[in-house]
C-alpha cells in the first residue's frame, strides 16, 4: 500500500518536470534557428536602396546602416548604391541588384538573385558563399570567373 501512495504523486511531478523541459528545449531551439546571430551590415552610400526583413511584407527604404539576419533581402534601384560588411569581407551593391542573406551553420551565404557586387576587402574564405544561378563559389572563384 505504501508504494501507491507516493506513485500518483511521483508520476504528476515527472509528467510536469518533461512538459517544462519539453517547453524549455523547443524555445530555446526556436530562437537558435530563427536566425538571431547578425549575418551582415548594410552601409547606405546613395540612390535607392530597399531592405526586406524575414518577417515583414513590405520592403522598408535604407537611408543609414543597419544590421542583417537570416533571409534578410536588400534591393537596390537603378541609382542605388550600398555596402555589405560580411564577416571580414567588404562588399559594394552595384545598382539592380537582389540579394538575400541565408546562412548554414557558421557560414553566410549571399544569394544574388539580380545584379552583382564587387568586392573591396576579403577575409577568411571558410565564412563567405556566394550563390549565383544555382551555382555557389567561395569569393575568390567568383572574382576570377569574372575576368575574361
Same mark, same amino acid.
Given at each position: 500500500?505504501?508504494?501507491?501512495?507516493?506513485?500518483?504523486?511521483?508520476?504528476?511531478?515527472?509528467? $510536469?518536470?518533461?512538459?517544462?523541459?519539453?517547453?524549455?528545449?523547443?524555445?530555446? +531551439? !526556436?530562437?537558435? &534557428?530563427?536566425? @538571431? #546571430?547578425? /549575418?551582415?551590415?548594410?552601409?547606405?552610400?546613395?540612390?535607392?536602396?530597399?531592405i526586406?526583413?524575414?518577417?515583414?511584407?513590405?520592403?522598408?527604404?535604407?537611408?543609414?546602416?543597419?544590421?542583417?539576419?537570416? $533571409?534578410?533581402?536588400i534591393?537596390?534601384?537603378?541609382?542605388?548604391?550600398?555596402? +555589405? !560588411?560580411?564577416? &571580414?569581407?567588404? @562588399? #559594394?551593391? /552595384?545598382?539592380?541588384?537582389?540579394?538575400?542573406?541565408?546562412?548554414?551553420?557558421?557560414?553566410?551565404?549571399?544569394?544574388?538573385?539580380?545584379?552583382?557586387?564587387?568586392?573591396e576587402?576579403?577575409?577568411?574564405?571558410?565564412?563567405?558563399?556566394?550563390?549565383?544561378?544555382?551555382?555557389?563559389?567561395?569569393?575568390?572563384?567568383?572574382?576570377?570567373? @569574372?575576368?575574361?
Amino acid at each position: 500500500m505504501a508504494k501507491n501512495k507516493f506513485l500518483i504523486p511521483f508520476l504528476i511531478v515527472a509528467g $510536469l518536470f518533461f512538459i517544462t523541459l519539453s517547453w524549455w528545449m523547443s524555445s530555446r +531551439l !526556436e530562437t537558435q &534557428s530563427s536566425g @538571431l #546571430r547578425p /549575418l551582415a551590415r548594410i552601409i547606405y552610400n546613395s540612390g535607392e536602396v530597399a531592405i526586406l526583413n524575414n518577417k515583414m511584407t513590405a520592403k522598408e527604404s535604407l537611408t543609414k546602416s543597419r544590421t542583417l539576419y537570416h $533571409l534578410d533581402t536588400i534591393e537596390t534601384g537603378p541609382n542605388g548604391d550600398a555596402s +555589405l !560588411e560580411v564577416e &571580414s569581407y567588404r @562588399l #559594394r551593391i /552595384l545598382d539592380n541588384t537582389l540579394i538575400t542573406l541565408d546562412q548554414e551553420g557558421q557560414k553566410t551565404i549571399l544569394i544574388l538573385k539580380r545584379g552583382d557586387v564587387q568586392f573591396e576587402n576579403f577575409g577568411s574564405e571558410k565564412n563567405l558563399i556566394l550563390s549565383k544561378n544555382g551555382q555557389r563559389q567561395t569569393p575568390t572563384e567568383y572574382v576570377s570567373s @569574372l575576368k575574361p
